[in-house]
């Protein structure tokens, strides 16, 4: 692991979450669950069967953007990785959508104005969009790369055809804002929306780290277990 990078294998856990609470999703995601005490990053994803420098790779990465990242692709569990982007499309799907689609149903009166009625329409559509991405993803991408790393090599298919299709899904949560900004009618109080635009915003950039996660980490390295198998059929 770059001895550079941020956070180290040494780093106590707790300070880790302390110093960027936003990692308390990546940990989920890695299914580490609090109450780890004083135990360092290492001793934690050992004691939870983590591969601990996938769990390093991902937090550095999320906290740094993707500076260095060719330096540490030798080193990440591909399954422990799969895994990580599987639990993170269940989150999103399970939870933070439905959980942002209830606090707008309840910050809104659908009865009451067009807008209304555009809001939750407009945001049904988007989250069958994403729906359809991530289980291509779940179906599609990570089945081909099981048989990847199986030593199975695909003639019709190939990480870079995903990484051309791959497109940027949060950007139309910048249109539904803009919806709920510029025209929801103003009330006495508003709270409730509020507390769901804020989600909004979370959820925007929760998806963009996603996303690149899977570009400037996944991707690549999945490109070099291709390299690999062809230069080894050669």
Do not use: W
């Not at 990580?84 to 942002?100: E, K």
């Not at 209304?116 to 991405?133: A, M, P, Q, T």
Request: include cysteine.
């Amino acid at each position: 692991m770059d001895k550079q990078l941020k956070y180290k294998e040494t780093d106590k856990m707790s300070d880790l979450i302390c110093e960027n609470y936003t990692l308390l999703q990546v940990m989920s995601r890695f299914g580490l669950s609090l109450g780890f005490g004083d135990k360092t990053v290492k001793e934690v994803c050992l004691l939870n069967e983590v591969d601990y420098h996938t769990f390093l790779a991902v937090v550095n990465f999320i906290d740094e953007g993707y500076l260095r990242m060719e330096s540490t692709l030798d080193e990440l569990s591909i399954p422990s990785l799969m895994n990580y982007l599987q639990q993170a499309h269940s989150y999103f799907l399970d939870f933070n959508l439905p959980v942002i689609r209830r606090k707008l149903i309840d910050a809104i009166d659908c009865s009451e104005n067009d807008v209304s009625f555009l809001i939750l329409k407009f945001y049904d559509g988007y989250v069958n969009e994403v729906r359809k991405h991530m289980e291509y993803e779940d179906k599609m991408v990570f089945k081909y790369v099981e048989s990847l790393l199986k030593g199975e090599q695909s003639l019709n298919y190939s990480i870079s055809i995903f990484a051309k299709k791959h497109n940027q899904i949060e950007a139309k949560l910048t249109e539904l804002k803009n919806i709920i900004i510029k025209y929801y009618p103003s009330k006495p109080n508003n709270n409730l929306l509020n507390a769901a635009l804020f989600d909004i915003y979370s959820c925007e950039k929760d998806l963009e780290s996603h996303c690149k996660v899977e570009d400037y980490m996944f991707v690549p390295a999945i490109l070099k277990i291709e390299k690999n198998l062809a230069n080894n059929e050669n």
